[in-house]
């Protein structure tokens, strides 16, 4: 138990340098970009203005599955609550935080303000062939 403990802090501390540093991890850096745009196109997804087709590249199966059920229910859910109303306006990302699991997995956690609340959304991003695909998916 303490090994695990002093080699997360070591973890910790490390991610925290490289994170201030400005010669950070290019990977990183990208993680965190991809993983900033496909937040904002899943909130837009749940919000009916964009089609979940369009991350049908950048999701595995299961989350593209998921998503676009849960577009579903919103759409259903507010049309049966509040008209036509939007569900979510003008969503923008506030932070993007990357943790690496290896050199070829990342797990990050992105912050979304909308005009009545804010969400936290959680993913998995696994790196082959040449691009980043998020192969878990939760938004609060």
């Known amino acids: 138990m303490t090994?695990?403990?002093?080699?997360?802090?070591?973890?910790?501390?490390?991610?925290?340098?490289?994170?201030?540093n400005a010669g950070a991890n290019p990977s990183t850096l990208d993680v965190r970009?991809?993983?900033?745009?496909?937040?904002?196109?899943?909130?837009?997804?749940?919000?009916?203005?964009?089609s979940v087709v369009q991350l049908s590249r950048s999701l595995d199966e299961q989350c593209f599955l998921s998503l676009?059920?849960?577009?579903?229910?919103?759409?259903e859910h507010s049309a049966r609550?509040?008209?036509s109303l939007?569900?979510?306006?003008?969503?923008?990302?506030?932070?993007?935080?990357?943790c690496a699991i290896s050199d070829s997995i990342y797990e990050v956690?992105?912050?979304?303000?909308?005009?009545?609340?804010?969400?936290?959304?959680?993913?998995r991003l696994e790196h082959s062939d040449g691009t980043w695909q998020v192969t878990a998916l939760e938004i609060g």
């Open 86 to 98: 939007q569900v979510h306006r003008s969503p923008m990302v506030r932070s993007v935080r990357a």
């Open 3 to 20: 090994v695990v403990t002093a080699r997360r802090h070591a973890d910790r501390q490390r991610t925290k340098h490289s994170a201030t």
């Open 109 to 123: 956690s992105i912050v979304v303000s909308e005009e009545q609340r804010s969400r936290a959304i959680a993913m």
């Open 81 to 83: 609550t509040r008209g």
């Open 68 to 75: 676009q059920h849960r577009a579903a229910l919103t759409r």
């Open 33 to 50: 970009l991809v993983a900033r745009s496909i937040a904002q196109a899943a909130v837009e997804v749940l919000a009916g203005t964009r």
